[in-house]
């Protein structure tokens, strides 16, 4: 027999909304620069826009994200783009939707030896195509490719990113939450 209320979960998301309010766009910039891994890797929201689907990260060369032979860190390369689209594909579609990342790959190019970007970008088209998609309840599988580059435009490496997409009233996941303000839907 438990001791605690049948409606605990109920009690613990709200204790944690009202601990942790929801993320406006300027609030979240300011979180994710300040989010551990990302100071320690060097990585820098230098734009982010979840109502144009834009994202702008920098990473500098430096002594914490420095591989053995002194060039950018995989992983931290990687770091940059991984939660952007998520987040992004979240605020736009809004709370009807249940978005996770399903898969990512990087293809490094080039060495990264400066200050690298990336420019991640979710055309409004593509949000229309995914609602279109996943009206019939079934999951819908999208790729994202991002370039991560240097201050000189040169390719340093290429992430691939697989997001899966479905309508809350068909996910099991229903239980995703956002901590981001999303449009009324």
Request: glycine share 6%; hydrophobic share 40%.
């Amino acid at each position: 027999m438990s001791v605690l209320p049948s409606n605990f979960e109920t009690l613990k998301r709200r204790a944690k909304q009202s601990i942790m309010p929801l993320l406006t766009p300027h609030l979240l910039k300011l979180r994710l620069n300040t989010y551990a891994p990302y100071i320690g890797a060097g990585i820098k929201i230098d734009h982010i826009s979840l109502d144009q689907g834009l994202c702008v990260v920098s990473m500098g060369l430096t002594t914490l994200n420095k591989n053995i032979v002194g060039t950018q860190f995989g992983g931290s390369l990687y770091s940059m783009v991984d939660p952007f689209y998520m987040l992004m594909l979240m605020h736009q579609l809004g709370s009807n939707y249940v978005v996770w990342d399903k898969s990512s790959n990087i293809d490094f190019i080039a060495p990264g030896n400066s200050r690298v970007t990336a420019r991640m970008k979710i055309p409004s088209t593509e949000v229309i195509t995914i609602q279109e998609l996943a009206k019939d309840g079934e999951p819908v599988f999208r790729e994202y490719k991002v370039d991560i580059v240097d201050d000189q435009q040169k390719l340093i490496a290429t992430v691939t990113k697989t997001l899966y997409i479905r309508l809350r009233k068909y996910s099991k996941s229903k239980e995703q939450a956002s901590r981001i303000e999303t449009p009324h839907t």
